[in-house]
């Protein structure tokens, strides 16, 4: 009797079980590296498009007697800015293990800014309608002169042509 192609003991070597192996592993060590590769391609993105070039912020070297209303703490920093909107993320440095991470905040037309944290306390004057960009990571407090956060709301819609009707307020 003739030996069927489709018998599983025509392939006496082992070849097939051993590519089949090979091919398993293959598949359970490329899943979590295209994970990890993401994540990293993903902070790189961050990174960039956060790393706001440009001149340094002014620096108020007198007492602590401005006028700050707007205050937030974001992670172990506090904030505080008399004017405009803010946009803040939690980028990092370093490794895949243990990168270090840091703090960014752009703010639009703040007029004055109060960083503090870690017993430190620096108070930047960008001035009002002039955008600037924070960054507190474990060793300074930096700021620069601009940024691409504006806060713009979406535009409202239309109001109807005919007299008398009332535009609605935006949803």
């Not at 030996?3 to 192996?21: C, M, V, Y």
């Amino acid at each position: 009797m003739a030996r069927s192609t489709f018998d599983a003991t025509a392939d006496s070597s082992g070849k097939a079980a051993t590519a089949g192996l090979a091919l398993f592993v293959l598949l359970v060590v490329s899943i979590p590296m295209a994970t990890m590769y993401s994540g990293w391609s993903a902070r790189q993105t961050l990174k960039a498009n956060w790393d706001i070039e440009g001149p340094p912020c002014p620096v108020d070297a007198g007492p602590l007697l401005t006028n700050a209303p707007k205050a937030f703490d974001y992670g172990d920093v506090r904030f505080a800015r008399r004017f405009g909107h803010v946009s803040c993320i939690a980028a990092s440095d370093g490794g895949l293990v243990t990168p270090e991470i840091y703090r960014v905040c752009q703010f639009t037309g703040p007029g004055t800014i109060i960083v503090g944290t870690q017993g430190r306390t620096v108070v930047f004057k960008p001035g009002v309608g002039r955008t600037a960009t924070v960054r507190v990571d474990s060793s300074q407090i930096s700021c620069v002169l601009g940024g691409w956060f504006t806060a713009n709301p979406q535009p409202a819609r239309a109001a109807a042509s005919t007299p008398g009707n009332q535009a609605a307020a935006p949803i």
